[in-house]
Every structure is written in C-alpha cells, then in structure tokens.
C-alpha cells in the first residue's frame, strides 16, 4: 500500500492533549498529513489558550471533557506526562474516537493491557509513535534481515546525555509523574521495539542492571528511577543480545544503534546518520544509500524527498502520523505501532525492573 502522506488527512480533525515539545511534534506531523487541528487542552484554561496560539489550533479548550465533546474531533493524541496516559486515553476511547498516545503507554502493564483491550473492543484505532520504525532505512534493516537467514546475535544502544548534569532535571525524573522506570520506559522501549520489529522475533528472556548515578537532583530531589541500564537477553529463535540505555552519557544527543548478524548477513542502522544502512557479508561490506529505486517496496514509500536530501526525525514521525490516519480510513499500513505494541514494550519494562530488582533471569514469553 502507497500512503500519500500530504492528503490521507483530509477530513481528519485532531485534538491534542498536552502543550510541550511533543504536542508541537504531534501537531507538526497532523498538518503535513492534511489533517486540521481542530483543539488543544493543557494543564489549565490560560495554557490551554496559549498553546493552540502557539500550534494555530482553531480553539483551546478548557477540559479533556469539553474536547471529547466536540464532533470535530476525530482523533485525540495524548501528549501528555505519563501518569495520565492511561487515564486519559480510556477517556478517549470511551467517547468512541481514535487515538494516539505518547509512550510509554501506562505506568503499569496492567493498566496498558486494560486499555487496548478497550481500544480493541470499541473498534478504534489507537498507535504509539514508535516513529523510528518509520526511517525508510529501518524498514530497509528489516527486508535484508528478513533475507539473511537466522538470526544469531544482536547488539544495541541508546545513549543520550541531556540528564547528565546534576542541575539537569525534568518531570520524568519523578516518578509519581514519570513511572517507575525513566531511561529505559522513556527509551529502551524505542530500542526493544526496533529490535523486534527489525529482526522479526521476540525477546523470550532477559537478565537486567539499572543504575542512579545522580541520586539527588536540583528539582526533584532523591531520585528513584534509573538512570541507565543494561540487558542481556535471549529471543525465542534462540539469538542472544545485549542492550546499553543511559541518559546520563555526555556528548551522546541521541544514539541509538542497532547491529544485528544473522546466518548470511549482517546490518548496522544508526539513527542519527538514518538515510545510509551498512550492510555486511563474508564477501564486502557496504554502505547502501537511501535511493528509493534501490530499496525494498516498504522503505521506499516512506522516502518523501530524494536521495542526499537528508530525511529525519520529524520525517519519521510524519510517516508514522500518516500511516494512522490511513488506519482510520480503513487501509492497513505494514508495520504500524499500535497499542498492543505499547503494551509490549510496557511488559518489557517490567520484566527489566523484576530482574534488576531480584538479580534473577525473567522470561518473558
């Protein structure tokens, strides 16, 4: 299926929940698809007024009730601290609209099973932005794994460096705001869901480590959630990995890399250098380009500029906006994250929290 990603809005209205960094991403990626931006709610009426200035929204509302209301709204995005992720999104999808919401998509897997059981029962469509799904070259790792016979060992990392200062602080450091889990809820589950997406299995068990290296922050105070961890694991075809998460590593803005080897090939995919993929063989290693003409069918549709025009997180994000408006037309978009793929991250989670806190291997499935 080919999704044009500047029309299969039309028709859309959107509400977003939340003012910060991620509602105006939302927002961005809402308008390049054709959708109209119908609303905002944030944290009070005068926030709410400024943000939908800020993002051009028609109106600003004073509650999620009032939003949910209005029969211009067609989906909802939730862009909002995680503790209300959950809570909010059951809202919802009681009042029988779609939605996207930010990950992690709850605290706790139960309450992340409890509403994609909702989703699934009121027959809406409901995604997580796991957006670096939509890089084209992703999509290429995944067709060139899919072709290189079995999978033996993968290698992961995601290093970032913006909470590495003892003054550097957030809302996601608190966990009565954030979860229990910081560094791997916020971007491990990035890491784990390419994992499984790009190498088409799944992780069976893990044996995990988290560590607080700055237990005492200049805005939140004593620190209970994590500021890195590491995870060894095994996938249910028998591969066997490891996994590095921090956000305390200084000079890494965003580094996730995935290297996976199978029986034939193997793949290296670099998100901040995310329009090449290296390829490697017994007989050569390449750099292969992103050139649509070259790449499988399912990457090459997510290509929206040409080749050396470099293409990037928002383009991602766009993609991955787009291909949920095409769910709510009723096309069936390869590869789109849905809520039982937060759901999956979520238990992910946990299981990383269980083993670090008991020292023993949990399996997962």
Known sequence: MSVNPNRIGAGVGVGIVG?????TVHARAARTAGATLVGVVASTPARSAQVAEELGALQAFDSLEALLADERITVVHVCTPNALHAEQAA???AAGKHVVCEKPLATTPAEARSITEAATAAGVVATVPFVYRFHPMAREARAQIAAGGKVLTIGGEYLQDWLAATDSDNWRVDSAQGGNSRAFADIGSHLVDLIEFIGGDRIHSLYARTRTFLAERS????????DAVSVSFETVGGAIGTLLVSQVAPGFKNGLVLKISATDSSIMFEQEQPDSLWLGT???NRV?????DRLDADAARLCVVPS?????YQDAFNGFVADTYAAIAGETPVGLPTFADGLRAGLITQAVLDSAASGQTVVLD
């Open 19 to 23: 003012g910060g960094f991620m509602a």
């Open 91 to 93: 809202a919802v999808i």
């Open 219 to 226: 805005g939140t105070g004593t620190v209970t959630t994590e």
């Open 282 to 284: 017994l007989a050569e």
């Open 288 to 292: 292969l380009p992103r050139e649509a």
């Open 308 to 312: 050396g025009h470099a293409q990037g």
